[in-house]
């Protein structure tokens, strides 16, 4: 005879949440924040215009990768705080490391407790000389 077919229900397929990101307004303030501190009234570093007599060519290079490492970490960390990404890094360490050496015989091992003198009998075996 005929039988039933079950029938599979389809399965809606899983759209992953849209993922926040910083607009155009963030992100001009955060740079324009960390610039000013660089380069600012108040900044650490003061613009001139370059001559032609200069040559310090290896300064301007080290300077614009600080300032670009410097913007780009703080639009990761802000990126990062947005998503809810932070987290705080370890410390220290989370397990307790093996010692380097191990005793060869265990059954020898020196034991943790050391002799106990008195001072009486230290002075019972005191000899005088003169």
Do not use: C
Request: net charge neutral; no cysteine.
């Amino acid at each position: 005879m005929f039988g039933r077919r079950r029938r599979v229900a389809p399965v809606a397929p899983v759209i992953p949440p849209p993922v926040p990101e910083l607009s155009d307004a963030q992100i001009f303030e955060l740079l324009h924040t960390q610039i000013a501190r660089l380069v600012g009234a108040q900044g650490q570093w003061t613009l001139i215009p370059r001559s032609s007599d200069d040559t310090d060519v290896i300064f301007h290079d080290l300077k614009a990768n600080q300032i670009a490492s410097s913007l780009a970490s703080v639009l990761r960390t802000e990126t990062a705080i947005l998503r809810g990404e932070v987290t705080a890094e370890p410390t220290a360490l989370p397990f307790i490391p093996a010692p380097i050496s191990v005793w060869a015989e265990p059954e020898r091992a020196p034991t943790a407790t050391l002799p106990r003198f008195s001072a009486a009998a230290s002075t019972n075996n005191a000899r005088l000389v003169a």
